[in-house]
């Protein structure tokens, strides 16, 4: 059991108060350092009675050595050392399932929560780009999804819960660290160069959570990773989208993957709630927010090309018209097909085609290349099918033990 900490209420603000809660009521549990920001933990370490500059100290040895054992923090006293060790832990989500692809891509399933909990999946694509290798890392905010978008995943897999903290940097923590295992602690550094919040789930309705680990991403004492490189991806929650662009400077994308409010309110349903026209206002205030800043030059537009649904050249033609006045790069991704979806990849030829109207126009507009084909990369497919094998699992257990009754009562 650890220790009590005992705190001042006074002059706390409501998130160092809800921490100094959680260090209280976890009495009986000790707590995670992971997913907890540079204020955070000083204001922990202020509490232990300790030097707030113990903070950036752990918080080196945790995100960039990736190390969970504080025995190994040569830089903390022994006695210290042995404090921590009693109430605190460095603890990532557990991983139930990887996948590493021949062209690279990583993938992990992750158990979150206690018992048998729920599984979010992250992935990582590699790239040679002019800096040399890239590696985006695509993370989970949430366990499924409440927003429904009709070819999707994970929103036919409903939503469970949201993500803590340190259950989303946990996933930029062991992608890292898969890198890393087997090297030395001193020489160990931070190997995923990219992060997009484009897994499962819609970031902006997890906000706190998000917000808290973009800034450890974009801590020096954390992940040290240039605001460009960081980006969120949301379908239009245009009024989290305003307060994104008071608290953090980081790149950002729209799921758009329609032209037009008819089309989008049937892909993308919050569309009814918060259409084109104020989805757009919303990517521009963004944008002048503070329109020199590098990771503010542009919105990334992404459009999934569905055969038949979105691909047709006057769909070109109006999202020329809805993106003239934004500056944007539109990326284009071929759909990925899952059991029971309703929709078909629109053809190499028609992709195309499309492209060149928007590049013609001026706009940079890129094809996501396909990635990790072999390891089921789409956003919710792994999952879906380390689900289906419990589920088939579970049906095999029953058969086994009807054949078992049957045998007990013919014997
Ligand atoms: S596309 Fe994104 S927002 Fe839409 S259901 Fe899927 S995870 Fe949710």
Not at 76 to 104: Q, T, W
Not at 232 to 252: E, F, N, R
Not at 363 to 381: K, P
Request: net charge neutral; hydrophobic share 35%; proline share 4%.
């Amino acid at each position: 059991m650890s220790s009590v900490v005992v705190v001042s209420s006074e002059n706390v603000d409501e998130k160092q108060q809800s921490l100094t809660t959680s260090v209280v009521q976890a009495a009986d549990k000790k707590v995670n350092l992971l997913g907890m920001s540079r204020a955070e933990l000083e204001k922990f370490f202020e509490d232990l009675g300790e030097k707030k500059f113990r903070a950036s100290q752990v918080m080196k040895w945790i995100h960039q050595f990736f190390v969970t054992d504080f025995a190994e923090m040569s830089n903390i006293s022994g006695k210290l050392r042995e404090k921590l060790e009693k109430i605190c832990e460095i603890k990532a989500p557990e991983v139930v399932h990887r996948n590493y692809s021949k062209d690279g891509t990583r993938k992990w399933v992750f158990r979150v929560g206690d018992g048998e909990g729920s599984l979010v999946e992250t992935v990582l694509i590699p790239a040679e780009d002019k800096t040399g290798a890239r590696k985006t890392l695509c993370i989970s905010s949430q366990v499924g999804c409440a927003l429904d978008c009709s070819f999707c995943s994970t929103g036919k897999q409903g939503f469970q819960r949201d993500l803590t903290p340190a259950e989303i940097i946990g996933q930029l923590w062991m992608a890292n660290y898969s890198y890393m295992e087997d090297v030395p602690v001193a020489e160990r550094e931070r190997t995923v160069t990219n992060v997009v919040m484009m897994g499962m789930g819609e970031p902006l309705l997890n906000y706190d959570a998000v917000l808290s680990s973009m800034q450890l991403m974009l801590d020096d004492f954390a992940y040290g990773m240039s605001k460009r490189r960081v980006t969120l991806s949301t379908s239009g929650v245009v009024p989290k989208i305003d307060q994104l662009a008071q608290d953090i400077d980081v790149a950002l994308a729209i799921s758009l993957h329609a032209p037009n409010d008819e089309l989008r309110n049937e892909l993308v349903p919050i569309n009814k709630k918060y259409p084109l026209q104020q989805l757009i206002a919303a990517c521009q205030r963004y944008l002048a927010k503070d329109g020199n800043e590098s990771s503010r030059r542009h919105v990334t537009i992404e459009y999934v090309m569905l055969e038949g649904v979105n691909d047709h050249p006057e769909h070109a033609q109006q999202l020329l018209k809805l993106l003239k006045n934004l500056p944007s790069k539109i990326n284009l991704i071929p759909f990925n097909p899952f059991p029971h979806a309703p929709y078909g990849r629109s053809s190499r030829n028609r992709i195309i085609a499309f492209q060149k109207t928007l590049s013609d126009a001026g706009f940079v507009c890129t094809i996501r290349q396909t990635r990790g084909d072999d390891i089921d990369a789409a956003c919710g497919q792994l999952v879906g099918q380390v689900a289906d094998r419990t589920r088939r699992a579970e049906q095999w257990k029953k058969k086994v033990a009807q054949r078992q009754e049957i045998l007990r009562t013919q014997g």
